[in-house]
T-cell receptor, first 115, second 112 residues
Framework: GAGVSQSPSNKVTEKGKDVELRCDPI?????LYWYRQSLGQGLEFLIY????????KSGLPSDRFSAERTGGSVSTLTIQRTQQEDSAVYLC?????????????FGSGTQLSVL | TQLLEQSPQFLSIQEGENLTVYCNSS?????LQWYRQEPGEGPVLLVT?????EVKKLKRLTFQFGDARKDSSLHITAAQTGDTGLYLC????????????FGKGTLLTVNP
């Protein structure tokens, strides 16, 4: 596709359930990022992939959060035993280059609501 | 932890007016980016400023990077309803050049 695609666009789940969020980056983009945007808050960095490797996972809020990337392309963010405070928009972005001043192309996000 | 403070948090103006929004930090950034985000969409990059004192223009939008590379401003001339959106600044730390630090944004509403 022409842009970063995220699915689902909306997800409503019950507290304690596991959820998987998917990101399809722009073809050929080596770098992939996950951010979280809560109401009234800025974008919070979660994790960064260079190829299939995640050099920095320090932004993941707890061990309930995990992410993987396969084939240097699709990435999945998994949240186990969801809590109400996990409710937010989860944004994925890809970039054609690593390192600084790379232009980030964002998807439209997944709105996660934990009831 | 590096923080970027954006002000004002909310701004509502009439079409045709001028406005300036600010992005301030006590930390030095190697570069700073401005994004605009519309409801239900991801942020879209508007500009990247790199050099202290740099000024960039994008049609009616003027971006400035402070001399000390700690702050930035966005000035919009003759605002239009299509300028409505959330304006986010994001700083890049040269020591961690893959991780952008985002401000909370300025929510701009331009009324017809």
């Amino acid at each position: 596709g022409a842009g970063v695609s995220q699915s689902p666009s909306n997800k409503v789940t019950e507290k304690g359930k596991d959820v998987e969020l998917r990101c399809d980056p722009i073809s050929g983009h080596t770098a992939l990022y996950w951010y979280r945007q809560s109401l009234g808050q800025g974008l919070e960095f979660l994790i960064y992939f260079q190829g299939n490797s995640a050099p920095d996972k320090s932004g993941l809020p707890s061990d309930r959060f995990s992410a993987e990337r396969t084939g240097g392309s699709v990435s999945t963010l998994t949240i186990q035993r969801t809590q109400q405070e996990d409710s937010a928009v989860y944004l994925c972005a890809s970039s054609p280059r690593t390192g600084g001043r790379g232009k980030l192309f964002f998807g439209s996000g997944t709105q996660l609501s934990v009831l | 932890t590096q923080l970027l403070e954006q002000s004002p948090q909310f701004l509502s103006i009439q079409e045709g007016e001028n406005l300036t929004v600010y992005c301030n930090s006590s930390s030095v950034f190697s570069s700073l980016q401005w994004y605009r985000q519309e409801p239900g969409e991801g942020p879209v990059l508007l500009v990247t400023v790199v050099t202290g004192g740099e000024v960039k223009k994008l049609k009616r939008l003027t971006f400035q990077f402070g001399d000390a590379r700690k702050d930035s401003s966005l000035h919009i001339t003759a605002a239009q309803t299509g300028d409505t959106g959330l304006y986010l600044c994001a700083g890049e730390n040269g020591g961690s050049n893959y991780k952008l630090t985002f401000g909370k944004g300025t929510l701009l509403t331009v009324n017809p």
